[in-house]
C-alpha cells in the first residue's frame, strides 16, 4: 500500500476569489503536489519543449 499527504494552507483574502475558491485553488495545489511526489511526476518544464527562437528575429529579418 502506497499513500501520500498533502497539507496545505490558503490565504485569508486573494484579490478576486471568493473563499470558496481560495480553497479549491490550495487544494487543488496540495492534490497537485501530493500525487506528483506519489507517481514521481516531474512538473518543471522540459528544456527541449522550449521555443528557443529569439524575440523580434522575424521584426529584424523584415527591416
Known amino acids: 500500500t502506497e499513500s501520500v499527504t498533502a497539507f496545505s494552507r490558503e490565504p ?31 512538473d518543471t518544464k522540459d528544456a527541449d519543449s522550449m521555443d528557443n527562437r529569439q524575440v523580434g528575429a522575424k521584426q529584424q529579418g523584415n527591416n
Open 12 to 42: 485569508d483574502m486573494k484579490k478576486g476569489m471568493d473563499q470558496s475558491q481560495i480553497t479549491g485553488s490550495a487544494e487543488s495545489y496540495a492534490h497537485k503536489y501530493a500525487l506528483g511526489g506519489l507517481f514521481g511526476i516531474d
